[in-house]
């Protein structure tokens, strides 16, 4: 017998009784691939019980005349009534930790996706010291990346994420998450359970989203034309700090660079922002360097966000205006060109012109592993020299699925050019965005609608091909990463 599957039988078998129960708090027992294990291997079932009543039923209908070994697994002693006590032996409540004593008890404790395949893996480690919460997680990991998880596992986990979108928790977990299930390529398994998760965002949204557009920069960015007013609050015009834009990171692709940066010694501060509604590079990256609200009639370019940056810093008041010759900023590249300015911008296109060259989700997972350990080599260069450097991006990412492309007509009064996405639309005027509307009742409550713009709140877009773009108010779009290094 298997010598994890052993232990267990041990801690919940008793020898001269053909029934137990045992009270598990932390569900492993609960667990289907558990049960399924320790069934085949041993014979032993391990049989979940609500009530007093339902064991009473099941012992006077199956187990009473039954030879089979069992054990019921119960939330409380008291459902084993007397007459029953002297049949089914009540062993001591069991628990993970007393099966891993060497593991941190409370990682193993509050690890959802412990499986039963990782847990052995960590019982035939036997350990011969104790192991701390970081070891512990890092060989949680390396079991998880060893076996892998399975899709239920992940799904199980997703559904029982307790969803706030102020936290930055919320996101992390989702995307870390999607990381597990990329490497494995089995993202297509849990995209309806994203689809739940993204309903809820869309509630938070109508509710809560567009109040963030003049919130306080104090402690935190809460929209992206709120990321300058925070520097310059917490930082004086002689410290240097650097903004580190990149085009196009949905939340787990960070996670992919926060890996690299922190096997090159670099700690991150974790937090998020939102992107501006439409998430396009045309509003959301001007909200960014303007520090304010953007305007539909700029112009994008690189020289017209090196003005907003650079006119930012110089009309501060008092001890927080930045004279123009401490003031950089660098397109297309993380290279320092005069390390003794004090403000340096960075914009980095990379992800986002390779993101727009894969067909699929699972390609561009692949492609940013690789884009992850160049740029944090960049930017470990950047935090050699002394600068406070913040990382984010105008908007994410989606694998967005097709719904039709637009015909002529329905092209025919958009504001201009670029006002023209796979993910959402901006007219010319009001009137005609309800005319389009008009036009297609079936999926107005799948567009967030304002004024004269319309975005897909879900994962639809406007061609005939599945396809990684952005725009939309999808949270894989929207909740982005606004991360801090502090300076070395």
Request: hydrophobic share 35%; net charge neutral.
């Amino acid at each position: 017998m298997d010598k994890f599957i052993e232990k267990i039988v041990e801690n919940v078998g008793c020898d001269g009784f053909r029934l137990t129960a045992v009270i598990n708090p932390d569900g492993f027992l609960y667990r289907a691939d558990t049960q399924e294990n320790v069934l085949r291997e041993s014979g032993l079932l391990l049989l979940p019980i609500q009530s007093s009543l339902e064991l009473r039923v099941r012992y006077e209908t199956t187990d009473r005349w039954s030879d089979n070994r069992i054990c019921y697994i119960i939330k409380d002693s008291s459902w084993i009534l007397p007459d029953l006590t002297q049949i089914i032996h009540i062993l001591s409540t069991f628990s993970l930790p007393k099966l891993l004593p060497a593991l941190n008890s409370n990682i193993l404790l509050n690890n959802e996706l412990l499986t039963f395949s990782t847990a052995s893996y960590l019982y035939n480690k036997r350990y011969k010291y104790n192991l701390s919460a970081t070891e512990t997680k890092s060989l949680i990991n390396e079991a998880q990346s060893a076996l892998g998880v399975s899709k239920e596992e992940l799904i199980e986990k997703l559904s029982k994420i307790k969803l706030n979108w102020e936290d930055v928790i919320t996101i992390e977990t989702i995307s870390r998450i999607i990381n597990i299930a990329l490497k494995q390529d089995i993202y297509n398994d849990i995209e309806d359970s994203l689809s739940k998760i993204n309903d809820d965002f869309q509630q938070y949204v109508c509710s809560s989203y567009f109040s963030k557009i003049s919130s306080s920069a104090v402690q935190k960015p809460k929209m992206v034309n709120r990321i300058l007013p925070f520097i310059a609050r917490n930082h004086s015009r002689d410290e240097k700090v650097a903004l580190v834009v990149i085009d196009g990171m949905t939340y787990w692709q960070y996670l992919l660079l926060e890996k690299e940066l922190q096997l090159s010694g670099i700690s991150t501060i974790n937090s998020f922002t939102l992107a501006w509604l439409p998430s396009i590079t045309k509003l959301s990256r001007q909200a960014i360097f303007k520090g304010n609200i953007p305007n539909l009639d700029y112009k994008q370019s690189p020289n017209e966000e090196q003005k907003l940056w650079e006119n930012f810093w110089i009309t501060q008041s008092g001890f927080k205006k930045v004279e123009s010759y401490n003031i950089s900023y660098n397109h297309g590249s993380l290279t320092i060109d005069n390390p003794d300015k004090t403000r340096q911008a960075f914009v980095d296109t990379t992800l986002d012109e390779r993101m727009h060259t894969v067909g699929n989700i699972r390609e561009l997972y692949l492609l940013s592993e690789e884009w992850a350990k160049d740029t944090a080599a960049e930017i470990k260069d950047i935090h050699e020299m002394g600068y406070q450097i913040y990382i984010t991006t105008d908007h994410g990412n989606i694998q967005a699925a097709p719904w039709r492309l637009l015909n002529s007509h329905e092209k025919t009064f958009l504001y201009e050019k670029e006002s023209r996405g796979s993910r959402y639309l901006i007219y010319s005027k009001n009137e005609y965005l309800n005319l389009f509307i008009a036009k297609n009742e079936d999926i107005k409550s799948e567009l967030l609608i304002k004024d004269n713009w319309a975005v897909w709140r879900n994962s639809k877009s406007f061609s005939n091909n599945i396809g990684i773009t952005h725009g939309g108010a999808h949270f894989l779009e929207v909740v982005i990463p606004f991360i801090k290094i502090n300076k070395k």
